[in-house]
């Protein structure tokens, strides 16, 4: 069994460095598979070349041909620095991704030599695994033989846990812990909504966890008999590197926001499956090659399939929601004072339930960026979106966009995470009420005229206040809402009026 890892190959340097980091690489695998395996090739010593590891490969090959033994070949993100130099700013990172991936580039000429010894020159198996198939389609005239199982419903729980096995290993702590089944049965709701929801094939419903993040809980639940205070490590967060990447290709910045809000599904007629250094420079980057790059990065995932047998991709979970949002404020709102000012009124919210601050920065700072960017044209659901981006907070809050609650929606749902209880913050229900210019007889010179109290006594407003009431009273019954506050802002060309419950 030999393995070779491309994440531990650096992308530093023009073509010739890489070569040169590449060649040393395989060289030191190849003598560790030499030292590991030395009682059954002490017959067949593999000569290790220096200064060509293709040639160090061949040798290798060689001497296990020689032992009647198959060789497997397993090699794990072999996309990893072709991606790093693909998604970098300059020209240059394109043209050295270029010189080792194409023409005669070290990776396809290593390729070709993968090829050749699977063909009867003693390789028996090649498994290769990756996160994006953007270098594999520069790859493919080298290595045309390989067979895409990713997509295979059969496979489709490979790389994750199943619930069944999330259950069995919470309840296995639970017990070791002396812990009620109803915490157990709790932690085990916190890690479904949180680490759950990868799904990748159209062929099955089954979802499943993500493993890194799944067994990040877990060991803090065994060791701690208790949750992890972070729900994401930062240690272990998403690279926003690659959200950043997409928000600078064009749909991408107005495709991530799409998402978030989830008004429309994000559908494809198919995952788009050529994302060679061509193809990342000059093909057509429209809507479906986008969501097709954020699905293959791991930032959505099959949702299901539309009447019309498009496919459905949303996001998977909360962390990942986390992560849309917080990009999105990085977008508009650049740390600084800014930034410190949302915290706060963001905290008022949280702690007493005042929404106030939080409207005043909206219409003050926030929209003011909005109105100059890609959203300058959305409809109201544009504000229910960015109150998410500065109220998103996986720390204290299980978030929810458009929650069901007891035969009743509410816009958005705030509710504090179970092992949070103790700290004195609140559960908070938002809802979204939007009044037009046109509904409202107004136009927008007059509008910025009107004070907030001119505002509400506006009839139709009026009516927008009483349809919340009611909303709020049946919500009331479940809830034990037993305070509410408005408060109304304006944004260019819509008027808007939340009101939060707690």
Not at 262 to 277: K, M, N, Q, T
Request: charged share 25%.
């Amino acid at each position: 069994m030999l393995k070779w890892d491309f994440s531990e190959v650096s992308p530093q340097g023009d073509g010739e460095e890489i070569k040169r980091n590449l060649y040393e690489y395989l060289n030191l695998r190849i003598g560790a598979f030499s030292d590991y395996y030395r009682e059954t090739l002490s017959e067949y010593p593999i000569q290790v070349n220096h200064q060509n590891a293709l040639a160090s490969f061949q040798s290798l090959l060689n001497a296990v041909r020689k032992t009647g033994h198959p060789l497997y070949l397993l090699i794990d993100e072999y996309d990893n620095f072709a991606n790093e130099l693909m998604m970098g700013y300059r020209h240059a990172e394109e043209d050295r991704y270029r010189a080792i991936l194409s023409g005669e580039g070290v990776m396809k000429a290593l390729f070709k030599t993968v090829k050749a010894a699977a063909g009867g020159r003693g390789l028996a198996r090649v498994f290769i695994t990756g996160v994006s198939p953007v270098a594999m389609s520069d790859l493919t005239s080298a290595y045309n033989v390989a067979e895409n199982i990713y997509l295979l419903h059969r496979f489709n729980a490979l790389c994750g846990f199943r619930e069944d096995e999330i259950a069995a290993m919470a309840s296995e702590i639970g017990k070791e812990c002396k812990l009620p089944r109803s915490q157990v049965i709790e932690a085990l709701a916190m890690m479904r909504t949180f680490y759950n929801g990868y799904r990748f094939s159209r062929r099955t419903e089954e979802r499943v966890y993500n493993p890194t993040l799944a067994l990040y809980f877990l060991k803090a639940f065994q060791r701690d008999c208790d949750y992890p205070d972070e729900i994401l490590d930062s240690n272990l967060a998403m690279d926003r590197g690659k959200m950043h990447y997409i928000a600078r290709l064009p749909e991408g910045r107005q495709l991530i926001f799409d998402a978030l809000a989830e008004e429309e599904p994000v559908d494809v007629r198919r995952l788009a499956d050529r994302f060679g250094a061509e193809d990342m420079r000059y093909a057509p980057k429209d809507t479906g090659f986008v969501a097709s790059l954020l699905y293959y990065f791991g930032i959505l995932t099959m949702g299901g399939v539309t009447p019309f047998g498009k496919l459905i991709l949303t996001i998977p979970n909360l962390v990942i929601r986390k992560l849309y949002a917080e990009s999105i404020r990085e977008m508009l709102l650049p740390e600084g004072k800014d930034g410190n000012m949302a915290d706060r009124a963001a905290e008022a919210l949280y702690e007493h339930g005042d929404i106030g601050p939080l409207c005043d920065f909206m219409e003050q700072k926030y929209f003011k960026v909005f109105s100059n960017r890609d959203y300058a044209h959305s409809n109201e659901l544009t504000v229910k979106t960015a109150f998410l981006t500065l109220l998103f907070n996986d720390t204290l809050y299980i978030m929810e966009s458009e929650a069901e609650i007891e035969r009743g929606h509410t816009d958005l749902t705030m509710i504090v995470r179970p092992d949070m209880r103790q700290y004195r913050v609140l559960d908070i229900l938002i809802e979204f009420k939007f009044v037009s210019l046109i509904d409202a007889g107004l136009d927008g010179k007059t509008l910025e005229d009107i004070d907030d109290a001119a505002l509400r006594a506006l009839p139709v407003v009026q009516a927008k206040q009483r349809e919340a009431e009611r909303g709020w009273r049946a919500i009331g019954k479940n809830w034990n809402v037993n305070s509410a506050m408005c408060c109304a802002f304006t944004v260019s060309a819509w008027w808007r009026w939340g009101s939060s419950g707690w």
